[in-house]
């Protein structure tokens, strides 16, 4: 785990900017405070951060060269399988190192392009065929590990995190109308490969970008799970998909725990993160696990601990219990905007913030339960799905998640901003629409897995552990598990109100309490029902020079939510003016004029 930065000379003039690619990489010192590194040759400069996981001595330092190959490469994640890969490449390549880095590098000069195809992990990949003076970035099948592009007057940047692509300079911070009609759509997910800002895309998931010289660059994606129904398990049973299910999460969890520093887990108290705690029992693991809780507000809880408390106690495990009074909340938002690739406008990424903190002072890694719910059918707004026909998908997906549709977005925004078509309704329609999703509820299952959950669950979870230089993994995003469910059929997902195969797995494990509970949702509640400092915040950030010069949002829309705070949700339970807030403290954080 780390971040990687680097620029790409694209046409036939000039050298790399060292100096942007320094301050990049310096940009980036939290996702890898162990050591850093540079290196350039010819048209191309690479740095690197590490968080040291695999391999701790200087051998598996980055960028990493193999003049024998002729190749470099910068990487960020982890390759889970690399031992398996060493060893069936170990009859013809010298290895030096024991890190999973070295392995990519004969990986790819093993298989060419489809080297990919062989990694099981996460990851974001800058590597450099000097002989054929060729590069390729890389990103994991599910977009777990960030790469943010900026293309510039001949060169190509790419980083871990945006902020670091503003440090390097001469990038293009117009805010981009479609990303922002995306934001205010989705409450703050701006799907790939766009971002808020003109200057600056992602890298889609499952995407191997090339680029040669004299050519322009070419994306292939090279992995997309069927999300149909195959011969091969015409004759299973609940039962057989039960176990089938089962024996692909163990091998997951097993999988994160490749590593040469302890692994713990983020235990909320959940179906999800338990289930984990429990499969890491059964390859007798006792890891360290965190929890977190805030003061309650009204109705809104602020803590689960009675779960996870009982999970800790009935697998031994080190626990450690993190206990948040609102009068701590204000400060922790500025820190945690401040540590945002986006802005995100959940709650919990505050929550998530907090606890990695405590993460840090005990362990590097963590595996968690992100991707849960997109992957089994956990939200609410799936059971509509599960009872509509296919080509009603688009209708249950706009009603259950659209925050505003975009005839409303007239009342938020000024004129300038305003795009003539439903650019977000029809970016989740056409993916809907595409072909390999057998019912409703696949389609959306296949966009809220692919479309959206990348840049909103995983994104929260790698930006506010990576601030306090923690690894977190998400085996419920494990490739091999994915297109198994991917096949499952989805009344099995979504019954018993959503994630119905998963609670009949966890009724085998788990305390049936900790199974049959009413869904948690990870609450901070000072951020929901905003008052104090918090609201403070939000009213100096709204009301300040930089925010009413902007001319972005309307200022009669801003001055009716600050005049009831608490008046406007989103649909998927958050506050609307703290939604509008984030995006203008990250962009004042972030010296966005």
Known sequence: MCGIAGEIITDESGRPDLGAVERMT????SRGPDGAGQWSEGRVALGHRRLSIIDLSDLGAQPMVDDELGLAVAFNGCVYNYEQLREELSGRYRFTSTSDTEVILKAYHHWGEEFVDHLVGMFAIALFDRRRDRVLLVRDRLGIKPLYVSEMRGRTRFASSLPALLAGGGVDTELDPVGLHHYLTWHSIVPAPRTVLRGVRKLPPATIRVFERGQQPRDRVYWQPSYTRRPE?????????????????????????????????????????????????????????????????????????AYSDAIAQKFGTDHHQLRVGDEQIAAAVRDAVGSMSEPMGSHDVTAFYLVCREVSQHVKVVQCGQGADEVFAGYRYHQPAAGASRRQAADVLREAFHDLEHDELADVLERQWLLGRDVSGDLAAAHLADPG???A???????????????????????????????????FLDQD????????????????DGKGILK???RDLLPHDVVDRKKGYFPVPALIQLDGEVLDLLRSTMTSPAARGRGVLRREYVDGLLADPNGQATKAGGNELWHLGVLEMWLQ???IG
């Open 26 to 29: 310096r940009a980036m010192w």
């Open 233 to 305: 398990h015409a004759d299973w049973t609940a039962q057989d998909w039960r176990q089938a299910v089962r024996e692909a999460l163990q091998v997951a969890v097993r999988r994160r725990t490749v590593s040469d520093v302890e692994v713990g887990v983020l235990l909320s108290g959940g179906l999800d993160s338990s289930l984990l705690v429990a499969l890491l029992a059964a390859e007798e693991q006792r890891p360290s696990t965190f929890s977190i809780g805030f003061t309650s507000r009204g109705d809104v809880e602020g803590d689960e601990f």
């Open 437 to 439: 999703a057998d019912t």
């Open 441 to 475: 509820l696949d389609a959306v299952l296949r966009t809220d897995t692919h479309l959206l959950m990348p840049d909103d669950p995983v994104k929260r979870v790698d930006n506010m552990a990576m601030a306090w230089g923690v690894e977190a993994r998400v085996p």
């Open 481 to 496: 598990l994915v297109e198994l469910v991917a096949a499952c059929p989805p009344e099995l997902k979504s019954d018993q």
């Open 504 to 506: 009949d797995i966890g």
């Open 589 to 591: 954080q972030h010296g």
